[in-house]
């Protein structure tokens, strides 16, 4: 079965950029989405189809996907962005896949 | 607005049964196919299937195959999802999320408030 990895932390400073990466085997062919989850909610849509933003999610929030890895990058982070990130994608083999999820935390 | 709304928290004995429900409302029921999607305590998301409430179709996650069943009330716009021989690994939050289009690859634009069910002897 397909497999996604993401890296379990990201540290950034507020008002810094970050980036957070979600690996698969050719993952530049399939359309990838992102979803943001805090503490005791359901999670967000926050990118879909490797670069489109949902109505509400600032412009700060921005996707891309190429070769092995997709990224999902984070402008000018503010205290309110921290939780934890999803990747996402639609396999073949008829299996709906996420990643192992991203905790980031704004120091 | 688009709601779904799932029914309340259940406790089950490891090989018992438990069917969770989601009652959506805002929109076409048919016209969006339905996750569930799961989530034990302090871990990561995990698919386990999708029904499009048009036809009934269903895709399971391999690893819960001949465990789960998911089906459709249309009357209602609510959709069930039954997992049977209960373990204690399937304690979670189980969550319904619709499907924003029909195509495999949509995304998820709406989750239910998810429903913790706990596999405890």
């Known amino acids: 079965s397909y497999v996604l990895t993401q890296p379990p932390s990201v540290s950034v400073a507020p008002g810094k950029t970050a980036r957070i990466t979600c690996g698969g085997n050719?993952?530049?062919?399939?359309?990838v989405h992102w979803y943001q989850q805090k503490p005791d909610q359901a999670p967000v849509l926050v990118i879909y189809?490797?670069?489109d933003r949902p109505s509400g999610i600032p412009e700060r929030f921005s996707g891309s996907n190429s070769g092995y890895t997709a990224t999902l990058t984070i402008s000018r982070v503010e205290a309110g962005d921290e939780a934890d990130y999803y990747c996402q994608v639609w396999d073949s083999s008829n299996d709906w896949v996420f990643g192992g999820g991203t905790k980031l935390t704004v120091l | 607005q688009v709601q779904l709304v799932q029914s309340g928290a259940e406790v089950r004995k490891p090989g018992a049964s438990v069917k969770v429900s989601c009652k959506a409302s805002?929109?076409?029921?048919?016209?969006?196919?339905m996750h569930w999607v799961r989530q034990a305590p302090g871990q990561g998301l995990e698919w386990v299937g999708i029904i499009n409430p048009s036809g009934g179709t269903t895709s399971y996650a391999q690893k819960l195959q001949g465990r789960v069943t998911m089906t459709r009330d249309s009357s209602t716009s609510t959709v069930y999802m039954e997992l049977s021989s209960l373990r204690s690994g399937d304690t979670a939050v189980y969550y319904c999320a619709r499907s924003h289009c029909s195509g495999a690859v949509c995304p998820i634009d709406y989750w239910g408030q998810g429903t913790l069910v706990t596999v405890s002897s």
């Open positions: 050719n993952i530049g062919i399939k359309s």
């Open positions: 189809y490797d670069t």
């Open positions: 805002g929109y076409t029921f048919t016209s969006h196919s």
